[in-house]
């Protein structure tokens, strides 16, 4: 069983940067990875979804790609899993319990991606809709000439 938790928890986690991942064939699995979803976003807090955000961005922050961008504080990527850990432990175990079973039992990790997007995109949203953070996605649009847009602009 830990095994599969293991492996289900790997896929929860590639949630966060997989895009479309590819959708269970059988309907009644769908079914379950959509309410496992639901239930992972009703059963969870506010704190549980800024730790969500914050474990992505320290996940993204540890990638080369990031280095010179983003500079992890020692222990804090740490800090994160952990949380992360027992959030995906509670909701799993407790709170989404229902809903988890028959993804465990069909081993359907493309229905915990599904799930685990359903989280990821409301714990982002809710951080993006700090105005700071808004305006720091628009702020490049300040860098914009409409005069090189007339190609393709009715």
Same mark, same amino acid.
């Given at each position: 069983?830990?095994?599969?938790? $293991?492996? $289900?928890?790997?896929?929860?986690? =590639?949630?966060?940067? !997989? ?6 064939? *059988? ?12 239930? &992972?976003? @009703?059963?969870?807090?506010?704190? *549980?979804?800024?730790? $969500? ?15 010179? $961008? ?5 222990? +804090? ?6 949380? =992360? ?6 909701? =799993? ?11 465990? +039992? ?12 359903? @989280?990821?995109?409301?714990? &982002?949203?809710?951080? @993006? ?14 860098? @914009?000439? !409409?005069?090189?847009? +007339?190609?393709?602009?009715?």
């Amino acid at each position: 069983m830990k095994r599969c938790a $293991v492996t $289900v928890a790997a896929a929860l986690s =590639m949630s966060a940067v !997989q895009a479309g991942a590819q959708a269970p064939t *059988d309907a009644a699995i769908q079914a379950q990875a959509q309410a496992l979803g639901e239930c &992972m976003v @009703l059963k969870s807090t506010g704190a *549980d979804r800024l730790t $969500v955000a914050r474990w992505f961005l320290t996940a993204v922050a540890s990638a080369p790609q990031a280095a010179g $961008v983003a500079t992890l504080t020692p222990g +804090k990527k740490e800090e994160f899993d952990k949380g =992360m850990a027992a959030i995906f432990t509670r909701l =799993m175990t407790v709170d989404c319990a229902d809903q988890a079973r028959p993804l465990f +039992k069909a081993r359907d990790q493309a229905g915990f991606r599904i799930a685990g997007e359903a @989280l990821g995109r409301v714990a &982002m949203e809710e951080l @993006l809709n700090n105005p700071q953070a808004s305006a720091a996605l628009g702020a490049y649009t300040r860098y @914009l000439r !409409q005069e090189d847009f +007339k190609a393709v602009l009715p």
